[in-house]
């Protein structure tokens, strides 16, 4: 279990405990649970790198604590 924490500087912050093989997906799916918001909507960022909803974290190397950047489209 890893915990990543994602901040949508408008005040949100939504931390978040999932599984290092769990998708982007999924991890977009449980922000939305914690936020009321449509995880369609969510768009995962960390500086200019984009995260894509097929591929798993450990695919990405996020690991536990770390900090995401949370936009809405």
Do not use: F, P, S
């Not at 449980?30 to 449509?38: D, F, H, K, R, V």
């Not at 097929?54 to 950047?69: Q, S």
Request: hydrophobic share 35%; proline share 0%.
């Amino acid at each position: 279990m890893i915990e990543v924490i994602c901040n949508d500087r408008l005040g949100k912050k939504v931390r978040v405990k999932c599984n290092g093989d769990d998708t982007v997906g999924d991890l977009k799916k449980l922000i939305a649970a914690q936020t009321g918001t449509n995880w369609e909507k969510i768009v995962l960022k960390k500086w200019y790198t984009v995260y894509k909803d097929h591929i798993t974290l450990e695919d990405y190397e996020i690991h536990d604590g770390m900090n995401l950047e949370l936009y809405y489209n």
